[in-house]
Structures are given as structure tokens and as C-alpha cells.
């Protein structure tokens, strides 16, 4: 009888190779939905208001997909995020379902 399974020691470069695969990840504070008017009326100082309420989670998405949520933070001169909840499998997998077309 022989083992069809690879020797651990074949697979561990196939997954190198993934380690180096470029992703984008973006993080929204809120969304809001405006004229082309409201937006050529925009001007510095401005105010534009988002869909979310202050200290509300902000969504993080990977290659846009949102895969985790999180809170502002801090780090140094610069902003970041604290991962506070990573979606499950299951909850990744209806994000998928529901954007293909029926």
C-alpha cells in the first residue's frame, strides 16, 4: 500500500512561497453617500459626517473583503489599529455566497 500524502517537508515550501503574496489592507472609519454638488461644495474645514457613531468598531478589510474589526490607536506620530474580532470561517464564506451573482 502506498501513502499518497506528500511528506511534510514538500509542503512547507509551498506555503513560503504564499508568505510573499502582496495583500492590500484598507480600514474604514464609515461611509457616507454624497451629490457630485455636496462633493464640489466641500472645501477645507469641512465636515463631512459618516454612517458610523464615535467609538463604533472600524471595519478592516483584506483585498476588500472585510475579514476582522478593530479600534484606533495611537502608535507613535502615526494611527493604528487594535484588532479587537477576526470574522469566523463561517461568516467569510456567507460574504462570499452573498456576492456572487444568482
Known amino acids: 500500500m502506498t501513502d499518497t500524502k506528500e511528506p511534510a517537508s514538500k509542503e512547507a515550501p509551498a506555503m513560503d512561497m504564499l508568505l510573499d503574496i502582496p495583500l ?3 480600514v474604514e472609519l464609515g461611509r457616507q453617500q454624497m451629490t457630485v454638488a ?3 461644495g466641500l472645501g477645507s474645514g469641512s465636515v463631512v459626517e459618516l454612517d458610523k457613531a464615535a467609538g463604533e468598531a472600524l471595519d478592516i478589510y483584506v483585498n476588500g473583503r472585510l475579514v476582522a ?3 484606533a490607536v495611537m502608535v507613535g506620530d502615526r494611527y493604528g489599529v487594535r484588532i479587537t ?3 469566523s470561517r463561517g461568516e467569510r ?3 462570499v455566497s452573498q456576492e456572487e451573482p444568482s
Open 69 to 71: 474589526r478593530g479600534e
Open 38 to 40: 455636496d462633493i464640489l
Open 93 to 95: 464564506a456567507r460574504q
Open 85 to 87: 474580532e477576526i470574522q
Open 24 to 26: 492590500r489592507i484598507s
